[in-house]
Each structure stands twice: as structure tokens, then as C-alpha cells.
């Protein structure tokens, strides 16, 4: 376009891209006599608020982890209850508008992006827990965080499966199945679901549950974020079996890999549900200056003396630097850099995730990805923050579920790794960035298991995978998955996560 309009080159030069763009889509529902506080408003509880650009808290409640190719916002419909979900929902379809759910909003999926002009529905003051009589349940909302969660329960002395990073909504990694610490003994997050409230994308509420609409509570259990809003889960919860957990960080360098995923493959063997091991390969320049080093941290729920024991093994490798410690769930978000204030929670970055599953390391295949590492820090610094994550959960409790009982394809995985390419937003950066993440995933997958079948987690899918490599190779998946979608959601409103129509 050859002309552009004062008006516009005016915010060009004095707004950000975002907000630009925010101001010119409000523009265009403007001129569609749309009046979000005029004509929603009244249809909202007393507790509920709708906020405009102009609005000072605006900024703030739309920021996301990553702002790269995130939704372009118009209006936040701040709810109070369930009721105020509905009216938001079906507001958005009276005219016509995209609407996304936000809780923790650390979503970041290439589809997102195509959500313009979007209402966001705002979970976060649906945050309720409720701990059952019995003490086996709680009825917690669908905006409350991992660490409100996580807090609340200690308080009462239970505990429930949760993931790592502390910022993130409970309802999102549940929608795609949802690992952490805990898995190993109970199952993912989606498992530990006995009922949820469910906002359909036509705005109906109902019940989803093994006795009430139980093909939906199959779906949502693993591909959710295509069926509706979650207000309420039933969710089981636990007596914690210790105190604190047990730990010991190893870092080590680069030349002594192939020890230690030698070593790691053996205990993958035998791990007991209540050891996982989370492992970096990452940047530090007060270790080493000049190459990334791995950060490899054993995490066991259990006694010092039979966690020790455990990772005894590890101590036969030499390590630049070993630390060990007892930890409550809380004090292990901090420890594995994925509390509030840290670097797992960090926003302003461009973050691009390239997941993959495994069923076993490939040494030579990881030997390809830290070298590549190494070479790419140094050839384009701005990518020096970036870091290589391998989650290594307990999977008994996973694979003691029936595979076929949930919408979560991967049950037999037992790593899971995805690379976190972060730097500060610069566009020309953006393809060499791109072209490293999933140059980093292709290596593994040539070495993987199965080189022709990529395993992608939903959760932290980059969006440009396929339908099978995120929702199951297996034709009976997807199209089980896709007759749903025509039932529920016909006219495809929800379509920004992770979509298979």
C-alpha cells in the first residue's frame, strides 16, 4: 500500500505494533455498531467488567508471555460467574466477533495470532477452590493459577497434579492433557478430572462427565481447547506424602553427554513414580563463559537417604558443580527457574516451542542438538537466552490409564523435550530463530523411535504441525475428534488453539 493515512502514520510513530493494531480493530467494530459497555454490560453480573483500549489497566490485563503472534484484543470481559461466560460467548457470536479465554496466558500457538479483533474472556477472578467433606475432591474455578492452586491446597494440607510453571492457568494444560511432578503416581492433570462446568462455543452450559455428554469429557480431556470454556472442575486431590521433596542439581559439561543420556536411558528403566528428572542444556556464562552446559536436577518425593540412593549413579559422571536440598512444590517452581519472578514466567520475549515426545534418549541424536546449540550462541548472540528443556516424568500413573479413554494421544512417551527459542522481539531475527528450533526437533525425531511419526504435545505445539502429530496418528483419533467438533461446535467458533478442522 502506497499511501498511508496520517492517522495511521501518526500511531505507527507513536504507539506500539500492538496497539495500533488494537485501536485500528476497535475502528472497525465501531463502524459495526458494536458497544461493548452499552450493550453487554447490563448482561453481566455486578462482579464482572468490560475494559477498552482506553482504559488504564488494559495494557496489562492483555500482556502475555508471548506477545509475538498473539491475539489481537479489542475488548476484556472481565467474568464473575458463569453466567457472565455465556454472555460474553454468545455477544460474540450475535456480532459476529472472535473470542479466546484467558487465565494465565502463557498460550502461545501460531492460531492464536488469527483470533483479530477478539473479545477476551478474562477467567482470572473465577479462582475458587473448595475442598471437599471427604477431603479426595475440590471444585476449583477455571482461572485460577498453578501456584494459587498449589498454595491453597497446602493450606488445607493436600495436594493435587498440577504443572511446573507457577504462572500458568490449570484449565489450559488439563484441555491438553497436562504433565508435571506428580504424574507418576496419579496420572496427568486431565486424569484427576471427574466433572467440569463446560461453556459450549453456542454459549449453553452443561455437565461433562463419565455419566453426563461422556464423548465431550473425552474430548476436553486432551484436545479441549476446541470445545469449549471450562468455569468449574471436580478435580481429585491428595495427602501429600512428605513434607518437602528431595533434590540434587548436577551441572555438567558439554563433553560429558553422552555419559550421562547413556546413564539417563538405564534409569529411565527403572524410575519409581516418584522421580522425575528435569534437565537443561543451557547458557551460563558465570559457569562457562564460552559453552552452554547441561543443568540436570534429579527430583524425588521421598526421603533424603532413599533419594540420594537414587541418584547415586550420577555422582560417577564428573560434575562442574553439585547441590542438593530438601523442597516443598513451591520451592521446586523456583529451583527449576519456573516460579512467578522467574525466568519460566518472563514476558516481552519472543518464545517459540518446538515439542517433541520419546520414548528413550538418542545420545548421538542430543550430542547433534547441544553441538548446534553451541554453534548458533555463537554465531547469533541474540539467541544465547534461548534454552533446550528435557522433562523426564515418571509415567506409571499415565500408563495405567486406559489409552483409549481420553482424547491424550502420547501415553507412552516417557520424555518429553521442547526447545524455547527466546530473544527480544526483532523481526530479523524471527526466521533465524525459527529455522534453529525446529532444525533442533528434527534432529531428534531422525533419531527417534520413530522417524517418520512426530509425537507433538498440544500444550506446547509451535502450530505448524499436523493434526495427526498432535492429536494421534491413530485414524480412529481424529476422526472421533473431528465428528465431535461438527456436533458441538458446528460452525467452528473455536478454532484458535491448536485446530484440527
Known sequence: MEVVTAGVAYALNNLSP??????????????RNVDFSGDLGPRLSPGASILLPSDTQFANLTSRWREWHAPNIAAVVEVASESDVQEAVRYANEHGIPFV?????????????????????DFRLLNQVKVSEDGNTATIGGGIRVKELVDTLMKSGKQAVTGVCECVGISAPILGGGHGWLQGQYGLLADQ?????????????????????????????????????????EYRIYEPKNEKWSYEVFMFSGDKLEALYDLANEMLKSQPPQASHWAYIIKVPDVNPDHPIIWYAVIYDGPVSEAREYAKPFHRIDAIAVDAGEATIPDLA????????????????????????????????????????????????????SFFLLEGYSTQGVEAVDARSTAFPHRDDKI????????????????????????????????????????????????????????????????????????????????????FL
Open 18 to 31: 500492538q496497539k495500533v493494531i488494537t485501536k485500528l480493530g476497535l475502528a472497525s467494530l465501531v463502524a
Open 101 to 121: 479465554a484467558r487465565s494465565g496466558g502463557h498460550g502461545a500457538t501460531e492460531a492464536l495470532a488469527s483470533a483479530t479483533d477478539a473479545i477476551q474472556i
Open 193 to 233: 478430572v471427574i466433572s467440569a462446568r463446560l461453556v459450549l462455543p453456542n454459549g449453553h452450559a452443561v455437565t461433562v462427565s463419565e455419566s453426563s455428554h461422556p464423548d465431550l469429557f473425552w474430548a476436553i480431556k486432551g484436545a479441549g481447547h476446541n470445545f469449549g470454556l471450562v468455569t468449574e472442575w
Open 334 to 385: 523456583s529451583l527449576t527457574f519456573q516460579s512467578l519472578d522467574g525466568p519460566g514466567c518472563a514476558k516481552g520475549l519472543t518464545s517459540l516451542r518446538y515439542p517433541i515426545g520419546l520414548k528413550s534418549y538418542n545420545t548421538a541424536a542430543v550430542r547433534k542438538v547441544y553441538d548446534e546449540i553451541d554453534a548458533t550462541f555463537r554465531e547469533v548472540p541474540e539467541l544465547a537466552g
Open 416 to 499: 518429553l523435550v521442547t526447545s524455547y527459542v527466546q530473544y527480544q522481539p526483532n523481526a530479523t531475527i524471527d526466521p533465524i530463530a525459527q529455522d534453529f528450533g525446529k532444525k533442533l526437533r528434527s534432529y531428534l525425531l531422525q533419531g527417534s523411535d520413530d522417524p517418520a511419526h512426530l509425537r507433538a504435545y498440544v500444550n506446547y505445539a509451535y502450530g505448524d504441525e499436523s493434526p495427526q502429530e498432535v492429536y494421534g496418528w491413530e485414524e480412529w483419533r481424529l476422526e472421533k475428534l473431528r465428528k465431535l467438533k461438527t456436533h458441538w461446535d458446528p460452525e467452528n467458533r473455536m478454532r484458535y488453539y491448536v485446530p
